[in-house]
């Protein structure tokens, strides 16, 4: 293929719309044909997403720039770009769709057309985000991509969809809107008329300025990821979303979050980010033991998976919290980690969901005798998701241990309380789940993986072992992109010092903003 | 004497009166129960006035004529080609809605159409009396639409609450009139800003009185609280095309000669009178919203949320006059389009004398009507204002004009107000999409030209939100020949 290399991330946004118009025009009754077309989309999309780690050189610049004037009189601009921080997770986006479609192959019977639909324009809102570099058009996909989403939640859900569709929109939404007011903010201040976000990078503002600019985007990211305490929309959200929905949450919806830090918050507000680490590090710190300790106790295997990603992702925050070059590589590593894992442990709840329709753990005992298959994935993702060693979970959580102990060796001693933990909750699920007898008769009969089962599985499971095992394939791209965002900051903050007593005239004023807001939520 | 014969700039408003006249005679000679001439030639009449104001646009500049009273400036050139097209796509729903409630009357387009004429007066005076008669002839023509609908009490109920407090706000407008002319001895806006440059301070009171009590006049007319208790009643009253119509067209009407009048005329005072609208922006903003919430009809639903997008409105009236011209002109666009969407689809559904009046009532319609329930929803996101929609680029730009003007305050009341009208928004939505369909469907078909208007509508709403930068040029040139 030689295709345009200038256009591919357009292309890369453009597949699945022209896909989604295309198919939202066929008539409803050709279900069969819209799924296949919803996976031929997906899968040239990814096809096509490759040809991005194959010509991506390993620097710390943009590539695959591209520059259109769009609302001249404001300088907004269609500005689109990948370094290391994003490329991979773009990759994890056009990888995942075509499994999330073919993953609910059999599950999803109403409206096959409008699922369809929903998945691809989803699929172009997050590839969007990912590559935005104008704050406008950041800010465009961000918020957009929140339709979709809703309407997965909201249409195939279960039972309680319609209260935690309209939980989700609202309560991202009601974060994202600040961080709207602090675009405009810092439009102002900035004074280069512009929204670009390379440009606006090069002029910081005001120090004092940046701590208000900062939280507002800060509560709309922790709001994402979750981090801890904004975190109570997630596990409703997950429970009740139809498999393809909780995948696609968990595994690239949560990173825009961190993302979200590492390409806005972090670089535009560095005096800001600087002083406020703390409060991120603490606070993440808390979402690691508290996720860990909430899923300890789920009745409900989809909520323990739920929870327990508010605890992976605390470990993401802590690690772009400490900023250090082997922390961020860690955080953005961790967060391909998780999409992958916790990706896989949703599909296979969701399969036996399919079987038995419930999740409560109690219901269930014995499978390893029933579903071998099932059994040794199940094994093998819950041990990527503890961190065991060789496979993927274990480097990012790793990198981001070592790379905060110049941080807070305190904050890294507590949480590596939470790998403890989650050796805990997973086994014990694990050993509830799938050991002893197979004491309920309706467990008796249950099937193992089916051939389309296993093969959304695989690639899944394979990325398990090859991240896990070959880590450098993928660290080696993020890190130069890391470590220029942590000398950017650096160079930022140590030419005009913040000083400690700064430091601490932050600190209240984090408190009074995020304070209320928590008990406004209640 | 050229000045007095220059007649250019009321060619528009003079094509589509005397259309309206037309209307009326051709109505007496066609059997009674039809209107289909009417909607014809009000057509006609209504595109020919467009072409007429988009010739006035590419021709060379136009100064004030007739003394000094009309002006076909940016602004106004801009206002009457949004309230024309508002007209045109009016008009196209209104056959089909009009039979299904047995008031195929002429003179519903005729009224219409004197009605317009209103609007395009209003949006092009110069001048505070000429102001006030446009003013007049666009309420007037309105309050009659209101009650067109003679079967049902609520239509008359709302013909009579909006005459009454159309009536007061036009007293209040006229008080106001009377002390800036006595403050500054002059009711053309040109003179009356001269004037008050150099006004003396035992006079400041005065003036200033009288801004507030041409503020109050003009709140009536956008819905702005604390004088907007007629909207929720007059707007589920009315003929539903009456109140797409209304809730389009008044709106960008009077924010268009308020925008003349305060920016303008009364600009040397704006210090003294933004504190006062920046109060009245948040407090509509919040009562417009909250009170939305607790709505189960639709059209109630609609114009609590008018309210609550005056508000939105006035947030960018107190940012420097360039900005605020520009970004509520381009509103102005974004709101006429969803709003004659949303309002347009409840009318195209309206089958012998009903139409959807609760969420309830349109539970499945996404099943049924999917291209209908798409529309809906796009022109609820559009309200809520989230991209890729016009709604979206419109805020984006109010309240970017406000704080670029430094009321950060007004755009965070404005964005987490948005957050409250997410939810009733949604309600929308959730029945349409998530609900099972309750019984039979109901509901009419969608006549051809109605699914052209919608089609204008969710054009407009997609187009502008994607690539908003043409109608920004223009609304920045008519922001700069005020100035």
Redesign the interface.
Known sequence: MNLPITQLLTLLILLPIAGALVIALTRRESQSLQKLAGLGVSLATFVLSTRLVSLFRDTAGMQFEERYAWIPAWGISYHVGIDGLSLWLVILTTFLTPLCLLGSWSQIESRVREFVVFMLLLEAGMIGVFVALDLFLFYVFWEAMLIPMYFLIGIWGHERRIYAAVKFFLYTFAGSVLMLVAFLVLYKASGIRSFDIPALVAAPVDPALQTWLFLACALAFAIKVPMWPFHTWLPDAHVEAPTAGSVILAAVLLKMGGYGFLRLAIPLFPDAAVRLAPLVGVLAVIGIVYGALVSLVQPDLKKLVAYSSVSHLGFVMLGIAALTTTSVTGAVYQMLNHGVSTGALFFLVGMLYDRRHTRLISEFGGLRAAMPWYFVVFLLISLSSIAMPGTNGFVGEFLILIGAWAFSPSLVAVATLGVILAAAYMLWMVKRVFYGGLSNPKNQGLSDLSAREATVLLPLVALTIVMGVLSPIFTRRIEPAADALVRQVRARTEAAPAGVAALEAAVPVAREAVVPATEARR | MNDVLDLRPIVPAAIVALTGVVALLAQAFTPKGQSAPSSALSLAGLLGALFSVYLLGSGPAQGAVLAGAVAADGLSLFLQALILAVAIVTVLLSPGYLRANGMERGEYYALLLFSVVGMLGLVSSLELVSMFVALEIMSVALYGMAGLDRSRGESQESALKYFVTGAFASAFFLYGVALVYGVSGSTSLDRVARALSVLSPQALPLAILGAAFLLVGFGFKIASVPFHMWTPDVYEGAPTTVTAFMSAGVKAAAFGALLRVFDYGLGDLARHWQPLVAVLAIVTMLLGNLAALAQTSLKRLLAYSSIAHAGYLMTALVAAPGLAVEAILFYLVAYAAVNLGAFGVIAALSRDGREPVTAADLAGL??RR?ALAAALTLFL?SLTG???TAG?VGK?YL??AA??SGW?VL??VG??T??VS??YY?RVV?AM??EPPLGEDRWARVPPAAVLALSLSAGVTLLFGL???PV??LA?LAGRSLL
């Open positions: 996404a099943d999917p996101v989230i991209p890729v979206f984006f309240f970017n704080v670029a950060v755009a965070l964005v987490l948005s957050v997410a939810y949604l959730v999409y998530m690539w908003p930068a920004l040029t920045r």
